[in-house]
């Protein structure tokens, strides 16, 4: 059991015997209620008594003296006694009295962490240009006054600052609404804070309720571009130089994928043909190589034109360059990695983090630079020393933290300029080795606990990203028998042989979006080497993209990669479709022909290869 969960139970504990407290005082004031009814019956019953008469009507007879005329006249006077519906509206009105008394909401008295965790955050939704924050609590809490009090928390605060002041107040009720301002284009903005319900208790201001996000960003886009609608899942790891050769069309790529490191994207250039491009964001001006961003305008513009969904995959260099506030502080020193952890642990940080993502978002959404259409948030995140660097020292819990504010930052920055957008999450892999002293994490436990804070804190539509490379990377025949890899979900790594276990845990409640449906998985790198052969190579990519067609939880397969390449190949990894010199391999074919009709002709070779009769 989570820490997480460890609380709530703790929590719902201590307000179950707080009820029960509470309901011996509900049961005195009912028959307080009950009491005063009886009174108030006995009294009209001993009234009636007194007077001495039964209830109704009377006529008695008076004589009337006419001072104008000196003449008596008789007449009649009625008199109408308490009856039978005075007591019934009395009884009535005491009835109503006690089931006041008893609808009144339960008024506790809690301290510690009952009291911290006893209102719940339904939702903090933009509306209408504002934050509304909807809260819900079993009963109410004593406090100095009737109202709750709305604080709005930085997404790199730890706690509440003593100073803060309430952004917004409403009147007590088990559920109720507060509303505030977004503060939509400044410096100030709430677009990234998290909201917490506070009472004023002795005199100060005292937390009810968890901090929670907000969880529509998308309200606010001017974009809504949900890609191109494909029959094929084929996607590459495209090589630049091949833009103008026509090589995609006879590939026939549906979907790509492209880096965008920022230290080659941020900073001035001198290209007069290119100059820099300055973007203000909030008040501040950020500065863009405008000669790096035609690149990506030129292949991006191609590639919208020729029907391909772009996956930009957004990476953090920027701490060996002069752009350290997008670094977090604990991974801008002792890295051998090429990529480090995104900062959204200081102010500087998340100003930095929202302004690029609102760049990138607004270039390639609107088609005049070509559309991105989903966007990875670094690159095997689980890797902690590999690729994405954070300090040794770093536990689970706070390196998952860490990841999961930068990776809120970006989405919320990126749904908010396009709706459509598809925002991933990055893992490799090492799914659950459990190997103890080893530098990374396994992506099972990062994923738990980031499906866990993410949740917890207010549930956003987060993708998976995942590449389930072979093992060991330069086995091409992932499909052979290995003690490492299982169709269990404690399986030590997940490949293309034993996808279906990832999909399959991707279903279980914990992680199913708000509406039920399995989130986004897409399989974003993956490729085999053909230095034990092309025919092996290409008949490993063939069985591990039709496993992925026949899986309908996957939404694409990017094969990595188009070319090969000199670094990969010194490591015994040559997996372009195509050798250095631009020839093409017996995969280059495969891959053109898997997802066309007549396509068994050039594939069903891999039957033999594998060892099936047929493809999945």
């Known amino acids: 059991m989570s820490e997480e969960k460890k609380k709530k139970k703790r929590v719902k504990k201590e307000i179950v015997r707080s009820e029960n407290r509470l309901l011996k005082g509900k049961d005195r004031v009912f028959l307080r209620a009950m009491a005063v009814c009886i009174l108030i019956g006995i009294g009209v019953a001993v009234g009636i008594s007194w007077i001495g008469f039964l209830p109704g009507k009377s006529d008695i007879s008076e004589v009337e003296f006419s001072e104008q005329t000196g003449e008596a006249k008789n007449f009649q006077i009625t008199y109408e006694y308490v009856n039978h519906h005075s007591i019934s509206g009395i009884a009535q009105a005491g009835i109503r009295v006690r089931d006041a008394l008893l609808a009144r909401p339960t008024e506790y008295d809690l301290s510690g962490e009952a009291a911290e965790r006893f209102a719940e955050l339904d939702g903090v939704r933009i509306e209408d240009g504002a934050v509304a924050v909807s809260v819900h609590s079993p009963g109410l809490l004593k406090s100095d006054d009737k109202y709750y009090y709305l604080f709005e928390k930085k997404i790199y605060e730890e706690e509440l600052p003593e100073e803060a002041q309430p952004v917004a107040s409403v009147y007590k009720d088990t559920e109720t609404v507060l509303v505030t301002d977004l503060n939509r284009g400044s410096a100030d903005t709430r677009l990234f804070s998290g909201f917490q319900v506070a009472i004023r208790k002795n005199g100060s201001y005292q937390p009810v309720s968890e901090t929670s996000f907000i969880e529509n960003p998308e309200a ?3 974009y809504n571009y949900t890609g191109i609608p494909h029959s094929s899942k084929k996607g590459l790891l495209i090589d630049p130089l091949k833009s103008s050769t026509g090589e995609w069309d006879d590939l026939g790529v549906d979907y790509a994928t492209y880096n965008f490191p920022l230290s080659h994207i941020l900073g001035a250039t001198s290209n007069g043909a290119y100059p820099t491009i300055g973007y203000n964001y909030h008040g501040k001006t950020w500065y863009f190589n405008g000669a790096h961003i035609h690149e990506y305008d030129y292949l991006f513009s191609i590639m919208t034109k020729k ?65 991105v259409h989903n966007w990875i948030i670094g690159n095997e995140v689980n890797a902690r020393k590999e690729w994405n660097y954070m300090s040794p020292s770093t536990d689970l819990a706070a390196y998952t933290k860490a990841y999961a504010q930068a990776y809120r930052v970006f989405y919320n920055a990126i749904k908010s300029v396009n709706a459509g957008a598809g925002v991933y999450i990055c893992l490799d892999q090492q799914w659950d080795r459990n190997k103890k002293n080893h530098p990374d994490y396994d992506a099972r436990d990062l994923l738990d606990l980031f499906a866990e804070q993410i949740r917890e804190q207010g549930d956003i539509d987060w993708g998976l990203a995942y590449h389930p490379y072979s093992v060991p990377l330069t086995q091409a025949a992932f ?34 979006k708000k509406d039920g449906s399995v989130r986004s998985i897409i399989l974003s790198e993956q490729g085999y080497s053909s230095t034990a052969g092309q025919d092996l190579q290409a008949a490993a990519f063939a069985y591990a993209y039709k496993i992925a067609a026949a899986n309908p939880d996957i939404d694409y397969f990017i094969y990595a990669r188009e070319t090969d390449h000199s670094s990969e190949i010194a490591e015994n990894l040559a997996l372009g479709l195509n050798d250095l010199g631009g020839g093409h391999k017996r995969i280059y074919q495969v891959y053109r022909e898997i997802d066309q009709p007549g396509g068994s002709a050039a594939v069903d070779f891999a039957l033999g290869i594998i060892g099936i009769s047929h493809w999945p």
């Not at 995959?313 to 350290?324: F, H, Q």
């Not at 929202?354 to 088609?367: E, I, K, N």
């Open 220 to 222: 606010l886009a001017s």
């Open 307 to 371: 029907g391909i969904d772009v996956t930009g995959i957004i990476l953090d260099n920027a701490s060996v360059s002069a752009y350290p506030e997008f670094t977090h502080p604990d991974a801008r020193s002792g890295s051998t990695a090429p990529y480090q952890m995104f900062n959204g642990a200081t102010k500087d940080g998340v100003e930095a983090l929202g302004a690029v993502a609102t760049f990138l978002a607004s270039r390639y959404s609107g088609g005049e630079h070509g559309r």
């Open 479 to 512: 499909w052979k028998s290995t003690p490492l890899v299982t169709q269990s979900a404690d399986s030590s790594f997940i490949t293309m042989q034993n996808i279906g276990v990832l999909t399959n845990y991707m279903h279980q409640e914990r992680f199913l």
